[in-house]
């Protein structure tokens, strides 16, 4: 039986490796949960140390979907559809571009325009109303699903524009992040899958880390409840910070 199990998982990971990825699966899901972000971006890490460089992307998207679907789930009442409403159809468009332009992009020059832009969603001024509109949210989706097939790390943009949006309620944050998240990582699987990328060895170690997703993700709700906004706001722009400055280290090295 065990070897049945072994041999559904991919050749190439011993089972430390694997212990390693489920693990992180849990506890990047719990980071995400209670600060509102990060989580993403050190998952997306942890998988170009283990896996082929071919399967980071696509592996990191199905994780990715089952992790904020399931937030989704847990934090239905606070999303706001509106922003949803928008947010989809711009990912449609962003997506459908990315199949059409599946091509190499200067790496070091969007981690650097990426890093500018969430640091200064979180520590410039706040932008102003029409960008922070409906259509605002339709071309912010449209842009970073396109960016997204290329990078896989354009979640801490999309954040940092959610939380420009809803300032005042981290709960409300959190919940519609988790859907645009969703959404945007959704067309991937369609994406690589269309370009030939082939899923069906990596499903049960997805499943896997997408079980330990929803653990780390309750044990993340728990500790969200405890924050004031002023302090998840204080600790969501530290921790972008970081990663904004981490995109800019890996940019110049």
Not at 176 to 204: C, D, N, R
Not at 216 to 238: A, E, I, M, P, Y
Request: net charge positive; proline share 4%; hydrophobic share 60%.
């Amino acid at each position: 039986m065990q070897d049945v199990f072994y041999n559904l998982l991919p050749d190439m990971l011993s089972g430390w490796q694997v212990l390693l990825l489920v693990i992180t699966a849990a506890f990047t899901s719990f980071i995400t949960a209670a600060v509102g972000v990060g989580g993403g971006v050190l998952l997306l890490a942890v998988l170009s140390l283990v896996i082929p460089v071919s399967a980071i992307i696509p592996v990191h998207g199905l994780v990715q979907l089952g992790s904020n679907a399931y937030r989704s789930v847990l934090l239905w009442r606070n999303i706001d559809w509106q922003t949803v409403l928008y947010f989809l159809p711009g990912s449609i468009v962003g997506a459908a571009l990315a199949a059409v332009f599946l091509i190499e992009l200067p790496l070091a020059a969007l981690q650097i325009a990426i890093a500018s832009f969430i640091l200064f969603l979180c520590w410039g001024p706040r932008l102003p109303g029409r960008v922070l509109s409906n259509w605002g949210v339709f071309l912010a989706a449209a842009i970073t699903t396109f960016l997204s097939h290329f990078v896989g790390a354009t979640g801490p943009l999309v954040a940092a524009f959610i939380k420009q949006k809803f300032a005042d309620s981290r709960h409300v944050s959190v919940a519609s992040f988790a859907v645009t998240m969703t959404i945007q990582h959704g067309p991937k699987a369609l994406v690589y899958g269309v370009a030939g990328f082939a899923f069906k060895e990596w499903l049960l170690l997805v499943a896997l880390m997408i079980s330990a997703g929803a653990l780390g993700t309750k044990l993340g709700l728990l500790q969200l409840n405890k924050l004031s906004d002023q302090r998840f706001t204080l600790v969501f722009n530290t921790v972008l910070t970081v990663l904004a400055l981490r995109l800019l280290w890996q940019a110049f090295t």
